[in-house]
């Protein structure tokens, strides 16, 4: 007897990106959890899902973070390197200074382009 596991792969995605999804749903066919959750990234998105792409894509390529980081850091677009040690700090790693300084650049840039 063969006993096949089937293996699912997982997509980490922005909040922007979780709010185009559920903006499709007819309201009508949503249920409850997907109204409150559209709800609440509706108030927490603080930009585009072409821009979240983006700095999420920058972060990967030119800081080194894992896809998991990037999407977490896309997410919360921190301002001040202060906001940034809160999130990383669970981590459990250490950002170099020059790797913070970029993560608020990128961060920075994608903000003045959509203010």
Same mark, same amino acid.
């Given at each position: 007897?063969?006993?096949?596991?089937? =293996? /699912?792969?997982?997509?980490? *995605?922005?909040?922007?990106? %979780? @709010? +185009?999804?559920?903006?499709?749903?007819? !309201?009508?066919?949503?249920?409850?959890?997907?109204?409150?959750?559209?709800?609440?990234?509706?108030?927490?998105?603080?930009?585009? =899902? /072409?821009?979240?792409?983006? *700095?999420?894509?920058?972060? %990967? @390529? +030119?800081?080194?973070?894992?896809?998991? !980081?990037?999407?977490?850091?896309?997410?919360?677009?921190?301002?001040?390197?202060?906001?940034?040690?809160?999130?990383?700090?669970?981590? /459990?790693?250490?950002?170099?200074?020059?790797?913070?300084?970029?993560?608020?650049?990128?961060?920075?840039?994608?903000?003045?382009?959509?203010?």
């Amino acid at each position: 007897m063969s006993i096949t596991k089937e =293996k /699912k792969k997982i997509k980490l *995605v922005t909040l922007p990106e %979780v @709010k +185009e999804y559920l903006e499709k749903i007819d !309201e009508e066919a949503s249920d409850q959890i997907q109204r409150r959750t559209l709800d609440y990234v509706s108030k927490f998105a603080q930009t585009t =899902k /072409k821009d979240a792409q983006n *700095v999420k894509k920058r972060l %990967v @390529k +030119e800081t080194k973070l894992t896809e998991k !980081e990037a999407v977490e850091i896309s997410n919360i677009m921190p301002k001040s390197k202060e906001e940034l040690y809160v999130f990383t700090s669970g981590w /459990k790693k250490l950002l170099p200074e020059e790797i913070s300084q970029k993560i608020l650049a990128i961060i920075k840039e994608s903000k003045s382009k959509n203010p």
